[in-house]
């Protein structure tokens, strides 16, 4: 009987979804339920989570938290952008219910109700947010931001026709566009982080950026080079899983350069010099459809398969006071930014068909829609009439 009852606490009713959380290399998020099966273990989780909620003040953090996952879900969740199915109705019960302790033993339960598929959910957005909520960059951004763009400003020029210059001199390299990338909204940083893999802030690398627009590929190579001679980029801090390239055959060119030296090049001029070199960085079509193809199923998913361009994302050391006490030490960490380069026809592409930004943001919609409400879309096409009692309330 002894043995029986060892067995059962260890083994039988061992919660072995949790196993997907660690060996399946799954986000906690997709798991599909919780471990917390009364008050006291609810309080032990949610306090070793990071929020001791017996604290009032914290309570009404953890409260806010997750109002803004029903609101966050509301927006932008329950519609079904494919138009597929029904709009779905947090039921009311959820709705109301702010006692992040209940969540979490309604999340637990074994029994697949629809109680317990909307508290995954609701938990599933509100992890989430904690994560960008509590982003230590969040509080340094401006400084951030400043600092990484300072790097690319100081060799920027402009003329009187408003076109803009990469250096100065017989050097410069005329540039078709310099964008600086916006800042993510939060709710656009909530719904990026919601179809990551891995689910939090450290993940996202395109929060600062730049775009630049040449006028040709041989520009791409010519501002490649400026950034490595003048060091505007550290290339020592390059993340190279994120380097990607579909528009410039790098192998080809260095061909190409290297035939370029067997021609008597007295006769020749720049511009002879550029259509011999642009022949050699095409990518044939079919390699370059293979190429963006990886790319997507490395990085992103919900990219266009149409943009072509040159992406990488290095680190820059920033050096920060404290933006509230100034007396306390300077802070010193490393933080990432993108940069995309690519030609005008690339960036014209990059506007038509898939590379669409709306395209883009309902693909990702699409994507969290499912993954935080799966359990939810499940249950009511198995108990459709659950939907219309929900309506009614």
């Known amino acids: 009987m002894e043995l029986k009852n060892k067995l059962e606490k260890n083994f039988l009713k061992f919660p072995f979804e949790l196993f997907d959380a660690i060996f399946s290399q799954k986000s906690f998020i997709d798991i599909e339920r919780l471990n917390v099966h009364d008050r006291e273990s609810g309080l032990t989780f949610i306090k070793n989570y990071g929020y001791d909620v017996t604290d009032p003040k914290i309570a009404e953090t953890v409260s806010a ?27 009311p019960d959820i709705l109301c219910n702010d006692d992040i302790v209940s969540l979490l033993i309604m999340a637990s339960e074994k029994e697949k109700t629809l109680e317990q598929a909307w508290a995954c959910a609701i938990l599933r957005v509100a992890h989430t947010i904690t994560h960008v909520e509590n982003d230590l960059a969040k509080s340094f951004m401006p400084g951030i931001r400043n600092q990484i763009y300072k790097r690319f400003s100081a060799h920027l020029n402009g003329n009187s026709a408003g076109g ?51 006028y040709t ?30 528009v410039v055959n790098i192998p080809r060119f260095i061909e190409g350069v290297e035939e370029l030296k067997s021609h008597d090049l007295s006769s020749w001029s720049q511009d002879d010099v550029a259509e011999f070199l642009e ?19 490395e990085t992103n998913l919900y990219s266009s398969t ?3 361009s040159i992406q990488l994302t290095s680190r820059l050391l920033i050096t920060m006071e404290d933006p509230i006490n100034p007396a306390k030490p300077i802070y010193r960490f490393f933080f990432p930014f993108e ?17 669409n930004h709306e395209e883009y943001k309902k693909n990702q919609t699409i994507a969290a829609r499912k993954r935080v409400l799966t359990n939810v879309i499940r249950y009511m096409r198995q108990h459709p009439w659950e939907t219309e009692v929900a309506n009614e309330k």
């Open 339 to 355: 940069v995309q380069i690519l030609d005008e026809e690339s960036f014209t592409e990059s506007r038509s068909g898939r590379a």
């Open 164 to 214: 803009y210059f990469l250096g100065t001199g017989d050097d410069a390299i005329r540039l078709k566009l310099f964008e600086i990338k916006n800042d993510k909204s939060r709710d656009s940083l909530i719904l990026k982080l919601l179809h990551k893999k891995e689910n939090v802030t450290a993940d996202i690398f395109d929060r600062v950026g730049v775009r630049i627009v040449t």
């Open 65 to 91: 938290i997750l109002s803004e996952a029903k609101t966050f879900i509301q927006s932008y969740l329950l519609e079904d952008p494919e138009g597929k199915s029904e709009t779905l109705v947090i039921p």
């Open 279 to 297: 022949r050699y960085l095409e990518i044939p079509p079919e390699e370059k459809e293979e190429i963006t193809k990886r790319n997507i199923e």
């Open 306 to 308: 149409s943009y072509s």
């Open 217 to 246: 590929k041989l520009d791409i190579i010519l501002v490649l080079r400026y950034f490595a001679t003048n060091h505007v980029i550290s290339f020592a801090n390059i993340k190279p899983s994120r380097t990607k390239n579909n």
